[in-house]
């Protein structure tokens, strides 16, 4: 069942007995900070790297100026890929190496996009719909027992998307698959993952 911003706002609301709604239009003091948290979830979860939010894509630079601009949609270079040392510089790529943003031929490079919540993997979207379901019981006191029940499915739906990943990405571990090799480290704690001494 794909779900949709409307499904993640009641399921706020629904954690303080609050009556669901039929739409996010609705004139409820709650919606627009619950819709602020589900943004910045998106945002955060996605910005972790997963299979369905990483591609390869080739970049040219412009025949002016030889600067890079990143896609809209650009969250951050995939860091796992060893030999490509560029990060983002006011939306333009920058060489870390060269220490520059000027760029004279095209570049091949391993990007995470921000994907629109409604375009996602179920996996993705009960993940982040649990994130933002867990920062809104925490932003709006809870009682304890419901935020753990709250981080304990946060917690599974994590387990479920990152397996959903290992899944899709398994046959290219012995490949070079770097963003495989990151997932290895992954723990579950409260909130967020954290991944022992490497983060995101």
């Not at 375009?119 to 809870?142: C, G, H, K, M, N």
């Amino acid at each position: 069942m794909r779900l949709a911003e409307l499904d993640v706002v009641n399921d706020c609301l629904s954690t303080l007995g609050e009556t669901p709604l039929n739409s996010i239009q609705t004139d409820h003091p709650l919606v627009a900070g619950a819709l602020k948290l589900l943004r910045e979830a998106n945002s955060r979860v996605q910005a972790q790297g997963w299979w369905f939010n990483r591609e390869e894509v080739e970049l040219q630079p412009d025949a002016m100026t030889g600067h890079i601009a990143l896609p809209a949609d650009f969250l951050s270079v995939d860091p796992s890929v060893r030999d490509q040392r560029y990060t983002e510089r006011g939306r333009r790529l920058y060489d870390l190496d060269r220490q520059s943003v000027t760029f004279e031929s095209k570049v091949t490079v391993a990007i995470i996009r921000l994907i629109p919540f409604r375009d996602l993997p179920w996996a993705a979207q009960d993940l982040i719909r649990s994130a933002t379901t867990l920062r809104f019981v925490e932003s709006y006191d809870a009682d304890e027992l419901r935020i753990q029940q709250v981080r304990l499915d946060y917690q599974e739906a994590y387990r479920t998307c990152n397996t959903e990943h290992t899944r899709f990405v398994q046959p290219n571990l012995l490949s070079g698959g770097g963003v495989g090799r990151r997932r290895g480290a992954i723990r579950v704690t409260g909130g967020y993952p954290t991944r022992g001494l490497r983060r995101y």
